[in-house]
């Protein structure tokens, strides 16, 4: 009986063992099946959402003119997501194609693939994978918006390349970042007019004032790597320019909303987008790369404000159906 009663505690003890043996490597999987994807997410910049804000503005700018603020649900919707997972794919392809140079930046060299903690081929899958959600997006779209979604495609893989060799990789950008203005008058009416291309002269200009402030921050290091940005181009006059743009920018707002018939409330929609202007202005007058990068941030509340005067536009004085 003593015997049987050893043998039952010994065989307890082992599957106890066992048992807690399972929940640690249970453990460890799931912390490193986190650890993966919050490398995948923070790749995509899942964890810092400036850049979509500043994606979805322009693109929202478009979306509301172009419908006389009544835009479609579903194509809402589609630019929704669409501005969410190319610029997550936009994230993904630039750091592949930084993945030598983010390592040696103080503020890239904590990147997932610039730590190794994702590997290059694991990035262009991923790529890969938001590409095909972003096409079948696109595929619900009109047969224009399909062509001009193409061109944004390119443009997003051309960008990260033209800091290699082009002396205004923000101009790049600009157009990349403002694509989603022609694909929404697209989308919304089939046909792009000189209203479209026009707001897109001035979410190009915008995206050249934001990516400027952004590249001031990494002008150091960017001038010992060769990589080249408008930050340098500007050199010291760079804050006498990014004044003269930010002025460029509200002419060529005013110009749009006075094409589209927009009254006061884009005015002042305008206005405040002028203070915030102005107040950037002040956050770079030392050049202080905490403060650039505060210059940078503001401008999602500038791209809010142009909308908002857009959207009470069109709810107070609504356009004709």
């Not at 589609?78 to 936009?90: C, Y």
């Not at 750091?95 to 904590?110: E, G, H, N, S």
């Not at 060529?252 to 915030?276: E, P, R």
Request: charged residues 15%; aromatic residues 10%; hydrophobic residues 55%.
């Amino acid at each position: 009986m003593a015997g049987q009663l050893a043998q039952l505690k010994h065989l307890f003890h082992r599957g106890a063992a066992r048992v807690r043996l399972a929940g640690r490597r249970a453990a460890a999987a799931v912390v490193l099946l986190a650890r993966q994807y919050s490398g995948y997410a923070r790749l995509m910049r899942l964890d810092r959402p400036i850049g979509i804000w500043l994606l979805l503005w322009p693109t929202l700018w478009a979306l509301w003119i172009a419908s006389g603020g009544r835009p479609q649900q579903h194509i809402f919707l589609v630019f929704l997501l669409g501005v969410v997972v190319m610029r997550s794919a936009g994230c993904v392809i630039n750091d592949f194609v930084d993945r030598k140079i983010d390592p040696q930046v103080r503020r890239t060299k904590d990147r997932p693939l610039a730590t190794g903690e994702v590997k290059p081929g694991e990035a262009l899958i991923l790529f890969a994978g938001l590409m095909l959600i972003a096409l079948g997006l696109v595929l619900t779209l009109n047969r224009l918006a399909q062509l001009l979604a193409l061109a944004g495609a390119a443009l997003a893989v051309i960008y990260p390349f033209s800091k290699r060799f082009f002396v205004a990789p923000q101009l790049v950008l600009g157009l990349a970042f403002g694509w989603g203005v022609p694909m929404a008058f697209a989308a919304a009416t089939g046909a792009v007019p000189q209203l479209g291309w026009l707001l897109l002269v001035a979410a190009i200009i915008w995206a050249t004032i934001y990516d400027t402030e952004y590249a001031m921050v990494d002008r150091e290091d960017d001038l010992e790597l060769g990589v080249r940005s408008t930050a340098i181009l500007f050199g010291d006059a760079d804050r006498l320019i990014l004044g003269v743009l930010k002025l460029m920018l509200l002419m060529t707002l005013y110009l749009v909303g006075d094409s589209a018939g927009l009254g006061y409330w884009y005015l002042a929609g305008l206005g405040a987008a002028g203070m915030f202007a102005l107040y950037q202005q002040y956050l770079i007058r030392d050049r202080d790369p905490q403060r650039c990068f505060q210059a940078f941030l503001n401008n999602n509340l500038l791209g809010m404000a142009v909308f908002i005067g857009i959207a009470l536009e069109y709810l107070f004085n609504p356009a004709p159906l």
